[in-house]
């Protein structure tokens, strides 16, 4: 049996657990707002930041696995979640949660979940590694179908006692899944020797720091880099605050529950749908996160004119799928545009920009919520934001398609210069074997 298999499947399990809850704030952040009778800016807060640092503790998460290894930094980060709920459950001040919910957690997550996509990239190439990494990510979402359990957790035990609960589940599922993750040792075949070679002298001689200025060099990327910015904005409110603005829409908490459930299944299906088709759409992974882009926008600016609560779900359920072709493909885009050796570290990057602007979402949606009374201004702004991501998604595959002809047009250039090489010492003796054939003719 494929060890990668094994992989997946025990990367599937953390991100059902670990990052599923971490995706349903939203019900977090009612009983938050109802426990400490704070405004909506506050409540969401603890949820942005948890967010924000499930992204923007990528560079030092990335230092962490690549000096200590995968295994032990996965277990660091199953340890932090564990520990950040734990302590979550005991502060009686909201900003503390802040520190133990928004930091501990959330850097836990991150370290979860890049270790998750570095073992599924060494042990899978290509196309496939998209796909495991979609099967793997579609698990989050399976995790925010399970909201009417978690919405009967905190109504019957109430919050603190349920996050007393969800450490010591967690713990229990997670650590033999962390246990499975092995290096695997790479034995594959070179394209060719001066590639190779060219591949390997980089590895060795670039620091992690150089990574990261040889990537923000490339265009595409810095245009990436944009994209990943003003959708951190956007997406985390919907992470934090669409509860919220269910609850102050007059729905009741299990409506709000089965709203939130049912964004869930339309996000797996479009995870799922995108982790099985991807290999066979006629379009590159980064056009395909752009779409996505563009029907957040759409729905985003449909909310504030939706009449009835029919209509919100409506709205809701195709705003997840975008969501989901989002999430799917958001640790893809940047492999597929990054050099080929700073893959891991491309994605690591890109968190890092997503989780610094997610800390902003509270103060630019929810705050705007807290001064009109409304959450119209927030859709409007984040359909916005949105439309620009998709902008500068489209211009990074216009840059990056120009960069693979010159870099083809490289390649192409090493290899006849390699077969020359190698015709040559087939058709030309080389100065040893030109003194033996001198000494038998001698003879």
Same mark, same amino acid.
Request: aromatic share 12%; charged share 10%.
């Given at each position: 049996?494929?060890?990668?298999? @094994?992989?997946?499947?025990?990367?599937?399990?953390?991100?059902?657990?670990?990052?599923?809850?971490?995706?349903?704030?939203?019900?977090?952040?009612?009983?938050?707002?109802?426990?400490?009778?704070?405004?909506? $800016?506050?409540?969401?807060?603890?949820?942005?930041?948890?967010?924000?640092?499930?992204?923007?503790?990528?560079?030092?998460?990335?230092?962490?696995?690549?000096?200590?290894?995968?295994?032990?930094?996965?277990? =660091?980060?199953?340890?932090?979640?564990?520990?950040?709920?734990?302590? +979550?459950?005991?502060? #009686?001040?909201?900003?503390?949660?802040?520190?133990?919910?928004?930091?501990?957690?959330?850097? %836990?997550?991150?370290?979860?979940? !890049?270790?998750?996509?570095?073992?599924?990239?060494?042990?899978?190439?290509?196309?496939?590694?998209? &796909?495991?990494?979609?099967?793997?990510?579609?698990?989050?979402?399976? %995790?925010? @179908? *399970?909201?009417?359990?978690?919405?009967?957790?905190?109504?019957?035990?109430?919050? &603190?006692?349920?996050?007393?609960?969800?450490?010591? /589940? *967690?713990?229990?599922?997670?650590?033999?899944?962390?246990?499975?993750?092995?290096?695997?040792?790479?034995?594959?075949?070179?394209?060719?020797?001066?590639?190779?070679? #060219?591949?390997?002298? $980089?590895? &060795?001689?670039?620091?992690?720091?150089?990574?990261?200025?040889?990537?923000?060099?490339?265009?595409? *990327?810095?245009? =990436?880099?944009?994209?990943?910015?003003?959708?951190?904005?956007?997406?985390?409110?919907?992470?934090?605050?669409?509860?919220?603005?269910?609850?102050? +829409?007059? =729905?009741?908490?299990?409506?709000?529950?089965?709203?939130?459930?049912?964004?869930?299944?339309?996000? !797996?299906?479009?995870?799922?749908?995108?982790?099985?088709?991807?290999?066979?759409?006629?379009?590159?992974?980064?056009?395909?996160?752009?779409?996505?882009?563009?029907?957040?926008?759409?729905?985003?600016?449909? !909310?504030?004119?939706?009449?009835?609560?029919?209509?919100?779900?409506?709205?809701?359920?195709?705003?997840?799928?975008?969501?989901?072709?989002?999430?799917?493909?958001?640790?893809?885009?940047?492999?597929?545009?990054?050099?080929?050796?700073?893959?891991?570290?491309?994605?690591?990057?890109?968190?890092?920009?997503?989780?610094?602007?997610?800390?902003?979402?509270?103060?630019?949606?929810?705050? /705007?919520?807290?001064?009109?009374?409304?959450?119209?201004?927030?859709?409007?702004?984040?359909?916005?934001?949105?439309?620009?991501?998709?902008?500068?998604?489209?211009?990074?595959?216009?840059?990056?398609?120009?960069?693979?002809?010159?870099?083809?047009?490289?390649?192409?250039?090493?290899? #006849?210069?390699?077969?020359?090489?190698?015709?040559?010492?087939?058709?030309?003796?080389?100065?040893?074997?030109?003194?033996?054939?001198? &000494?038998?003719?001698?003879?």
């Amino acid at each position: 049996m494929n060890w990668g298999v @094994l992989i997946v499947l025990a990367g599937f399990l953390l991100h059902l657990n670990i990052i599923g809850y971490l995706y349903s704030y939203n019900l977090l952040h009612i009983q938050l707002k109802e426990s400490f009778n704070s405004t909506a $800016t506050e409540a969401a807060l603890p949820g942005s930041v948890s967010i924000a640092f499930y992204a923007v503790s990528s560079l030092i998460v990335t230092w962490i696995f690549q000096r200590f290894g995968d295994r032990p930094a996965g277990f =660091l980060g199953i340890t932090l979640c564990c520990v950040g709920l734990l302590t +979550s459950s005991f502060v #009686q001040e909201i900003w503390m949660l802040c520190l133990t919910y928004g930091v501990l957690y959330g850097f %836990g997550c991150n370290a979860i979940h !890049l270790v998750t996509i570095d073992m599924i990239v060494k042990y899978y190439k290509g196309i496939k590694s998209t &796909r495991c990494i979609g099967i793997t990510m579609t698990a989050s979402s399976i %995790g925010v @179908l *399970f909201s009417p359990c978690l919405e009967w957790l905190y109504t019957t035990f109430q919050w &603190r006692i349920s996050l007393r609960i969800l450490s010591g /589940v *967690f713990a229990i599922v997670c650590i033999p899944c962390m246990s499975l993750f092995k290096e695997k040792k790479d034995n594959g075949t070179p394209r060719n020797i001066v590639t190779q070679k #060219q591949e390997n002298k $980089t590895r &060795r001689n670039m620091s992690l720091f150089q990574k990261y200025i040889e990537m923000v060099r490339i265009p595409a *990327f810095l245009c =990436l880099v944009c994209s990943y910015a003003m959708s951190g904005i956007a997406t985390t409110f919907s992470f934090v605050s669409i509860g919220s603005f269910l609850t102050e +829409s007059g =729905l009741s908490g299990t409506q709000t529950s089965l709203i939130l459930s049912t964004m869930g299944a339309g996000d !797996l299906v479009a995870r799922v749908s995108v982790s099985l088709l991807s290999q066979w759409l006629p379009i590159s992974i980064t056009s395909l996160y752009a779409i996505g882009h563009i029907v957040s926008a759409s729905s985003m600016l449909s !909310l504030p004119y939706a009449i009835n609560a029919t209509v919100i779900m409506v709205i809701l359920i195709v705003f997840s799928v975008s969501r989901g072709i989002i999430f799917v493909l958001i640790a893809s885009a940047p492999i597929e545009i990054a050099p080929v050796h700073s893959s891991v570290e491309s994605v690591g990057l890109v968190y890092l920009v997503f989780g610094m602007c997610a800390l902003s979402a509270p103060y630019i949606t929810d705050n /705007v919520y807290d001064i009109k009374g409304s959450y119209n201004s927030a859709f409007f702004i984040c359909c916005a934001l949105y439309a620009c991501s998709s902008f500068f998604l489209f211009a990074a595959v216009h840059l990056n398609k120009k960069n693979m002809i010159r870099r083809n047009s490289n390649e192409n250039t090493d290899c #006849q210069y390699n077969q020359m090489i190698v015709n040559r010492s087939e058709e030309e003796p080389t100065e040893y074997s030109k003194e033996v054939i001198s &000494r038998v003719t001698v003879i």
